[in-house]
Structure formats: structure tokens, C-alpha cells
């Protein structure tokens, strides 16, 4: 009994197996191929891990896959942003029922299948965003009996431009944006395509002349030849496109007039020729065409008057023909028509009234006719334009006053104004401008008292409003503005005192009421505000000493000439600020004779002057100190390694397979590969597998002061050691004696960032590679700040301690001057950290915090974006930081990305440029966490499709 229990124990699972399994599906070829195909590829996501021979889903079931009504054959495959890599898989071309085939934004590489334009079925053919590479098959111009959709778009194509393509007479959408051809021109042949529905050619590399048999393509709705380098005349022939919604041209070298014609595409939406080298006048038909939203001419050389027809388009939104030589009025009644939105004329010629009907339809937010000759009055119907964001009208010769509403405008962010003719008050109406960021009216003639409503301006962060003929006194309520940085009144007629509350203006960097009648007292509370970097009192009648708290600030302007000073100067003043304090007879500087009995000095002041006096010595005394070590070491390098070579130590943190000896013994001065503030660095190739090693020798230190230094060091090098992370650079171990120290660390073959950034080889760090550069950088500063115990700040973040292995994947490096954060935020000695990434905080505190590495690797970023060095010639020696932001501000961002990349990636670079710009936030505690900068790095690769839409144009 106990027996057959057993065997039908043994028995069961395989009746089991039996009656339940199935008879094998695989017996569909068409399974077999997606199975070898599956083989193929590489799946990291395991997107096709269903895909199985022994998969109880049939086929058809499978994901991802379709299959041609009841049958077993394959007719559609859906395998777009599956992270699959690899070559194609050559057995999809045996699939002889594929209608549809998308692969798109995976990371296939490798030649193009010429085995596809046999396949007879196939109809929309889908390979966007990989990296195929070569020449576009020949064959391809022979085959593709049906071929509906072929869509290549951002891969690393080469070669000619494939004309053949033009032979595929069934073809109704070609996409081609974003490859490497050589310069070609755009084939005649392409008039061919008769039932062509969209042409993407967005940066091919065209050249020549736009062929006019274009015009015989009727179907095309969408046609963009955008970013090429097409010259000559836009053909006449364009106006035969009459199922036209789209003509995107913009960026290219296009000269001669816009033909006319235009005005008769019934169904034309979107028109951008921007940035071109157009001339000539706008045709009087061109806003003829009924459906126009969007006209973008910008930056060409047309002149002549703006037509008449442009009053008249009924549905235009979105005007934009800034940089052109335009002259003239607007159309009467402009605006009136149509639902504008967005309107910007800036930087023409244009004349006569700013038509009051711009915003009959309550649409209009951004409205810019900057550098032009507009006259007359603000018109009292935009103060109803609530709708306003953006208002830029300076240096035209608007004149009157301007509409209380105007100033009050909900939601505008910049209300821009400066140099014109304005004249009348600054309205109390401005306190409902509750989003405005800047505040910009000098220049012009406004009279009467700045209104007490500008306190309740929460957001404000510039209120400039020099040369103006304000009087008055400075409204005691601008203490209230917490968020402003710059206060500019100069040269005005305002009178009264200087509000003592004005210490509360923290973010405040430039204070300007120079050329005022101000009088009173100095406010020594303006000591108290760390920021500041600009401070002009100068021409007015201010009294009484000068604050000893200014000497807290850090001013790269001080001036304070030409007032009724007197007292005594802080020597600390007469020294470093020698044109500051001009014109005052009643100061006297250092001791005052005169007037004065010097044995009553202040305590105080004398106190002050023996501290200076002190802490110049120690200066002095550091100084030679430092001038010592460096020569008694600069004495004894040579002799240093070869001494006491018995008692070298080693100290490893990771498994190695070499000994001190073998380190020591290969230090060659043929092969320093760098020399630093710390050290020389020698490349050494050590150990059984013969592996390169960077080793760091750290110049040597004093006998005496060694054994307390060398705690030091052995904590941090054993904290340093014990980071672990794969963008930090590994420390293998460290190797000691009694006079010198060794850290050898992991050998980084493409060297440092900065280096080969700011080298002739810049040119090998495209887009992507720098992009991976940023994340990686990140990842390791993220780790070190947030999940080491303590936490540890790396104090020298720049572009040369990031260094690049062979794949130019990104580690940190060189934590010479790390310091691990137990308590609180650690008080430096010295300042740490390399000129152009230090932080603005250093200057004066010496608290170091994450934030500090984290404006240092905003830094970095903007280095990235911009391919320029921190401090650089080509910026005027300005601050890289204040470089970007002034030109981020005047000419929209575009103007500051590395030009040698401009193009696709366009719209990424701006991404990480705003991230680069919160890291560098002059606020510490504004600054993004780092592992908030690794996801908002992330994220911008994450939501990035291939562009097949046009770019944002770069605004005023
Ligand atoms: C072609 O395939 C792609 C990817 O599946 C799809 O987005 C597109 O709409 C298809 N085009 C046509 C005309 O069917
Ligand atoms: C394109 O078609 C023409 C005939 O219309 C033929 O002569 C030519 O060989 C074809 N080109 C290719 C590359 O197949
Ligand atoms: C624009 O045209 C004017 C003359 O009409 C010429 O002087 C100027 O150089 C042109 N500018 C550009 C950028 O082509
Ligand atoms: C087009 O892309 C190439 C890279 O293929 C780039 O070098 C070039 O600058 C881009 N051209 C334009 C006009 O953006």
C-alpha cells in the first residue's frame, strides 16, 4: 500500500505535466523570429521577458506585439522607449507581414538594416532617437513597396543626404531632423513626393537654394527646414502649398525678399523665417492668410512699414520681428482683431503711438517694443490689460504720464520703462503689482513722492529709479521689501533721512541714493547687511561720523564723497577705500589734529586701530612662515624619498595587490601628471595585472609640527577612505613615512574636466558627454553630502577635481581640503576653494556649509553650458556667474550656451543652465540640496523627446 502511494506520488506531476501543458506555440515562425530577435537585444528593463518559447500566451498576446487579424503573423511591433540596446536584430526584416515597426528612443546603434526595404508590407517605419549610424541604405530608394511613415529623426546618420528617398513615391511623411549628413543640397527630386504630408529636415546640414519644385508638394501641411545652411530666395512657388499649417525656415542664411503669395495658404498657422538674412519689405498680403496664429520673422534686415493687412488679421497671436529695421506706425486700431498675445517689435525703427487697442482682446501678457522711436503717452487702455507679465517700452520717447492702473497691473513681473520722456507721479495704484520683480523707470522725468504702496511689493527685487525728478523722502515702507537686491534713486531730489530700518533689507547688493539732499545720520545698521557690494551716498548732506560697522562689508564700490562728514575715519577705511570719502572737510583721517585733543581718542578707536595693527602682523608673520616651509621643503624634495626607507607604511582601504615598496620604487619624475597647491601627482603602473595608479605625493611638512598634523590627516584620509561611492575617485591606500605621505588613488585616463573643457580638444565633449559629466559630478557630491555619516563638504569643488575616465564617465576627486561636518557647520581658519567657485558667503563668514559646494558646482554647470572658464578674458574678467545672469537677463539664454553645440540639444542646455543658475543662488539657503540637483538633472534627460516641434524663441 505504502508502496504504490509512493509511485503515484512520483506519478502525479508528470500526468500533471501531460494534461496540462499545451501543445508548444512556438510553432509560429513568426515567434521564432521575435525569439531571435529578443536574443539580439539587450533588455535591461526586461520589457520582453514575457516574450518566451515556452510562454503559455500565444503569441498575439504577447506585449508590444500585434498581430494581422486572427492570424499568428506579426503585423505590428511597438517597441518605443524600452531602453533596448544593441545592433537591429536582422531577423525583423523576416517578419513578411510587418506593417508597423517603431523602435523609437531606444539606444539601438550600429548600421541602418537594408533588409527592411524588402519587406512588402511594411508602412510606417519608426527609428527615432537611437544612435544608427552610416549612410542611409541605397537600397532604400529600390524598395519599400508601401512605405507610408519613415521617420529617422535624431540618430547619427551620415554621409549625403539621401535624395533616393525621393524614389519611395508612396511616402506621405519623411523625417529626417537631427542627423550628421555631409552638406548637401536639397534634391529637386523631392517635388516627386506628390502625396508628402510632412518634410522634417530641422538641421541636416542643407545647403543650396530651397528647390522650387517644393511647390508642386500640395499635400504637405507641415514643412520645417529649420537650423540648415539654405541661401538664395524663399522660391514663389511656396505659396502653391495650400494645405500648409506649418513653415518653419528659421536659422538659416535665406536672403532677398519674402515672396509674396503667402497670404493665399487658407490653412497656414505657424510661420517662423526668424534669423535669417532677409531684406526688403514685408509683402502686403502676407497677413492675408486666414488661419495665421504665429509669425516669427525676427532678427532679418527687413524695412519698410509694418503692411496694412496686419490690423486685419483675424486670429493672429503671437507677433515676434524684433532686430529687423522696421519703420513706421502699427496699423491703426492694431490688436483690435485679432487675440494677440504675445507682441514683440523691440530693437527697430518703428514710430508714431503705441495703439491703445493692443489688448481689446484681454490677451495680451508679454508686450516689448524696446529700442525704438514710439512717442506719446502709455494709453490709458492698457492699465486694463491685467493680463500683462512682461512690459518692456525703454528708449523710445514716450512721453505724459502714465496710467495709475498701468502701474498697478496684477501680474506683471518687469515693468520696464527707463529712458523716455514719462513724466507725472508713480501712482499709489503700484501696491496691486503684487508679482513685480523689477521696477525699472529711470530715466525719464517722473516728479512727486515715491508713494509709501511700494511696501507691499513682496516680490521685488530691483527698484531702480535714478535720474528721475523725485522728491520726498525715501518711503520709510521700502524696509519692507525683503526680497530686494538693488535700490538705485541717485541723482533725484530726495530729502529727509536715510530709514535706520534699512538693515533689514538683507538680499540688498547695490544701494545707490547718491546725488539726493538726504541729510541726517549714516544708519550704522547698513553694517548689518552682509550682501551689500555697491554703496553710493555721495552728494547729499549726510552728517555725523562714519559707522565703524561699515568696515563688516565687502564693497567692490564705497562712496561717500561730497557730504558733511566729519570725525574720524577708521583707518581701516583710509586705507582700502582712498576716493571714498572726498569732498567731507570735517573728516579727518586717522588721528585729528586741530579741532581735536588726540589724546581723546575714543577707546573704542584705539582698540580698533591695535586690532588692525595686530592682525597686519600676523599677516606678515603667516607670510614668512609660509615663505620658510616652502624653502626648506623646495631644499629637501630631492633628497626626501629615498630617506628612511624602512619604515614606510601602508594603509589600505580597498584589496591591492602591490606593496609600499612597489609604489615608492615607481615614482619618476618623468611621469608627473600634475602638480597642485597640495602635491605633485605621478602616473605609476604597478602590481601583476599592471594597472595604472595616480599617486598624489603631498609636499612634506616641518619635523615639528608633523606629529600634530599627522592626526589630522590620518582622520581625514581614514574617513575619505572609507567613502565608497562610483563617482568619487577611489583612494586604494595611502602610503607614509616619517617625512613623507603617498595617496594613491585610481588612474583617471582623460584627466580632469576643466583641462580638456577649456583645451583645444573641448570639441570631444559634445552635449551628451557633458550632460553625463553633470549627473555623475552630482551623484558623487550627493552621496558625500547626504548619505556619509558625518557628512562630509569637499570645500574645492571646480572643474579640475572632476576628472574623466576613459568612457568619460565623471568622479570627484581631490579632497585636500575635506572636512567632515559632526556639530553644525565647521569655522574655517583659512578660506578654502579656488578663485571663481568660491562661494559669495566666504567673503564674510567663514562658515561652510553643503551650500558652499553646491554654488561651487553651479559653477561647474554653467562652465558646462557656457564652455567658458570661471574668470576668463572673453567675459571681461567678470565673475562667470555675473556674466551669465546679465546676459541671461538682456538677451535671453541662448546668447550664453557653448555656441560650438547650439542645435538639438538646445532645449536641455537651457534646462540645466536654470539648474546650474539655482546653485549659484547668492542665498545659501536658496540653493537646491544636491540630491534635489541630481533628480532636476535627471529629469532633464527623462522628459526629453526628440524635438519635433520648433524651439522657443529667444524672447528680449
Ligand atoms: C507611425 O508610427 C509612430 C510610432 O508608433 C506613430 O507615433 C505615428 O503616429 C505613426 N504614423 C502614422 C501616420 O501612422
Ligand atoms: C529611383 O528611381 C529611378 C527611376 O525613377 C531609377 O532610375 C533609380 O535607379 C532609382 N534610384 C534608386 C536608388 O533606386
Ligand atoms: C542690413 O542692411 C543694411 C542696408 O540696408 C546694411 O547696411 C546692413 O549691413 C545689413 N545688416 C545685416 C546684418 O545684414
Ligand atoms: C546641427 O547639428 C550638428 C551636429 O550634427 C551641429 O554641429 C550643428 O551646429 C547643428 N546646426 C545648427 C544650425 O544648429
Known sequence: ?????????????????????????????????????????????????????????????????????????????????????????????????????????????????????????????????????????????????????????????????????????????????????????????????????????????????IPSSIGNLGNLVNLDLSMNALSGEIPRSIGNLSSLVQMELYKNQLSGRIPEGLGGLRKLQFLDISMNRLTGEIPEDIFAAPSLESVHIYQNNLTGRLPASLGAAPRLADLRMFGNQIEGPFPPEFGKHCPLGFLDMSDNRMSGPIPATLCASGKLTQLMLLDNQFEGAIPAELGQCRTLTRVRLQNNRLSGSVPPEFWGLPLVQMLELRSNALSGTVDPAIGGAKNLFDLLIQDNR??????????????????????????????????????????????????????????????????????????????????????????????????????????????????????????????????????????????CHGICAGNDDPGAIPAARVHLIVSLLAASAVVLLMGLAWFTYKYRSYKKRAAEISADESSWDLTSFHKVEFSEMDIVNSLDENNVIGKGAAGKVYKVVVGPSGEAMAVKKLWSSDVESKKKRNDTFEAEVATLGNVRHKNIVKLFCCVTNSSCRLLVYEYMPNGSLGDLLHSAKAGILDWPTRYKIAVHAAEGLSYLHHDCVPSVVHRDVKSNNILLNAEFGAKVADFGVAKTIENGPATMSVIAGSCGYIAPEYAYTLHVTEKSDVYSFGVVILELVTGKRPMAPEIGEKHLVVWVCDNVDQHGAQSVLDHRLVGQFHDEMCKVLNIGLLCVNTVPSKRPPMRAVVKMLQEVRGENKPKVKKEVAPAL
Open 446 to 587: 517722473f516728479t512727486g513722492v515715491l508713494p509709501a504702496e511700494l511696501g507691499n511689493l513682496s516680490l521685488l527685487r530691483k527698484l531702480l529709479a535714478s535720474d528721475n525728478n523725485l522728491s520726498g523722502p525715501v518711503p520709510p515702507s521700502v524696509v519692507e521689501l525683503s526680497e530686494l537686491s538693488q535700490l538705485d534713486l541717485s541723482n533725484n531730489s530726495l530729502s529727509g533721512e536715510i530709514p535706520r530700518e534699512i538693515g533689514q533689507l538683507k538680499q540688498l547688493t547695490v544701494l545707490n541714493l547718491s546725488h539726493n539732499h538726504l541729510a541726517g545720520m549714516i544708519p550704522p545698521e547698513i553694517g548689518e547687511i552682509h550682501r551689500m557690494n555697491s554703496l553710493d551716498l555721495s552728494e547729499n548732506e549726510l552728517s555725523g561720523e562714519v559707522p565703524v560697522q561699515l568696515q563688516n562689508l565687502v564693497l567692490s564700490a564705497f562712496n561717500l564723497s561730497y557730504n558733511k562728514l566729519n570725525g574720524h575715519l577708521p583707518l581701516f577705511f583710509s586705507a582700502t577705500y582712498q576716493q571714498s570719502f572726498l569732498g567731507n572737510p570735517g573728516l
Open 1 to 209: 500500500m505504502a508502496a504504490l502511494h509512493r509511485l503515484l506520488l512520483l506519478l502525479l506531476p508528470l500526468v500533471g505535466l501531460l494534461v496540462l501543458h499545451p501543445l508548444p506555440i512556438v510553432a509560429s515562425y513568426d515567434a521564432r523570429y521575435l525569439l531571435a530577435a529578443k536574443a539580439d537585444l539587450s533588455d535591461p528593463a526586461g520589457a520582453l521577458s514575457v516574450w518566451e518559447a515556452e510562454s503559455s500566451h500565444s503569441l498575439c498576446a504577447w506585449p508590444h506585439v500585434l498581430c494581422a487579424g486572427q492570424s499568428t503573423t506579426v503585423a505590428g511591433l511597438y517597441l518605443g522607449k524600452l531602453s533596448l540596446a544593441g545592433g537591429f536584430p536582422a531577423s525583423f526584416c523576416s517578419l513578411r507581414s510587418l506593417q508597423h515597426l517603431d523602435l523609437s528612443q531606444n539606444e539601438l546603434v550600429g548600421p541602418l538594416p537594408a533588409c527592411l526595404a524588402a519587406l512588402p508590407a511594411l508602412l510606417n517605419l519608426t527609428l527615432a532617437g537611437n544612435g544608427f549610424s552610416g549612410e542611409v541604405p541605397p537600397v532604400y530608394g529600390g524598395g519599400f513597396r508601401s512605405l507610408v511613415v519613415l521617420n529617422l529623426v535624431q540618430n547619427s546618420i551620415s554621409g549625403e543626404f539621401p535624395w533616393f528617398l525621393a524614389n519611395i513615391s508612396t511616402l506621405q511623411e519623411l523625417l529626417l531632423a537631427y542627423n550628421a549628413f555631409t552638406p548637401s543640397p536639397l534634391p529637386e527630386k523631392l517635388g516627386d513626393l506628390a502625396d508628402l504630408r510632412e518634410l522634417f529636415l530641422a538641421n541636416c546640414s542643407l545647403s543650396g537654394e
